[in-house]
């Protein structure tokens, strides 16, 4: 049975049994649930025995004139979903439980990444996701927590939120989920126009494109170590086949798997293509994580 739970005090009562006995999953999300999300709750139920999926838009993460007022709250549809993918608790509390003063004095401030990629256009977004989580985590109490790999960016900052907060708490990352065409989910792909839908898959495919480039082009290979303007021109290529195609590239690069720079003195093989790009009112995300095999001479 799927029990909704609105309140912060509620919800610490109705875990206490389950503590010390049971593991217990934390599912985060803003709610307007596809299939994406329900892929979280169910790689969450293999790891614990009761599944909290909490379903708030929290307006800390959101800035000035973006999308909080419009963010799609669609909590009824949501349960039945959820129902019918055996969680165990819904917790859906107010924005005055979750912040009796907002905005709160209090911050949880993730340092240079969170200025970075999607911090570029969205500066305060990272410092409202991980004041929220850090709730999460803190009312919860997980064993385990379950987030997307689309939002690959938000997924580091969390990493480090657990490494520096001293969460005794298991990171799970979920992979993407595409639709046929190789659209990533997500609930912003409801902004996209019929004919923008069409369009939209491009992102992936042009994305898919630079993974294929990255691993087979040998010269890149040999000259990543020492020449990284190679890589450059292959980067903005991409970026010039995606508006081409329709769209505003926000942001694509190639980092680290952990965001970090690429090392033009060291020889990094686990690099990911970042990118988000406007689609008419829709900004969509996409990702890739490639291994580049560099000769070790
Ligand atoms: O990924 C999301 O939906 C949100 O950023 C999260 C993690 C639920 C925090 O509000």
């Known amino acids: 049975m799927t029990t909704t739970i609105t309140t912060i005090a509620s919800l610490r009562d109705t875990l206490k049994p389950h503590r010390g006995t049971q593991r217990i999953a934390l ?51 949501d349960t039945q979903k959820l129902a019918s993918v055996g969680v165990d608790y819904i917790f859906a509390p107010s924005v005055d439980d979750m912040y009796p003063v907002l905005p709160p004095p209090t911050q949880v401030l993730a340092g240079e990444i969170s200025s970075q990629l999607c911090g570029q256009t969205r500066p305060t977004h990272f410092d409202g996701v991980g004041l929220v989580v850090s709730k999460l985590f803190n009312i919860v109490q997980p064993n385990v927590a379950v987030f997307g790999q689309k939002d690959y960016q938000q997924l580091a900052i969390i990493r480090q939120l657990v490494r520096d907060l001293s969460y005794d708490i298991e990171i799970i990352a979920a992979p993407i989920v595409r639709a046929d065409d190789g659209l990533a989910l997500s609930s912003r792909n409801q902004y996209l126009s019929a004919d923008e839908r069409k369009i939209a898959p491009v992102l992936h495919q042009y994305v898919s494109q630079l993974a294929d480039k990255l691993t087979q082009a040998e010269h890149i290979n040999e000259a990543s170590a020492t020449d990284l303007s190679i890589l450059q021109s292959l980067i903005d290529d991409s970026i010039t086949q995606i508006n081409d195609a329709g769209f505003k590239v926000d942001y694509l690069e190639v980092r680290r798997q952990d965001l970090q720079n690429i090392s033009n003195t060291k020889q990094d093989t686990a690099l990911v293509i970042v990118t988000a790009a406007w689609l008419g009112k829709a900004r969509l995300l996409d990702n890739q994580q490639v291994i580049v095999k560099i000769p070790m001479s």
């Open 27 to 77: 599912v985060p999300t803003m709610g307007n649930l596809h299939d994406g999300h329900l892929s979280l709750v169910k790689l969450a139920k293999q790891h614990a025995d009761i599944v909290v999926v909490s379903i708030f838009v929290n307006p800390t993460q959101f800035g000035v004139g973006e999308d909080l007022d419009s963010y799609p709250r669609t909590l009824d549809a």
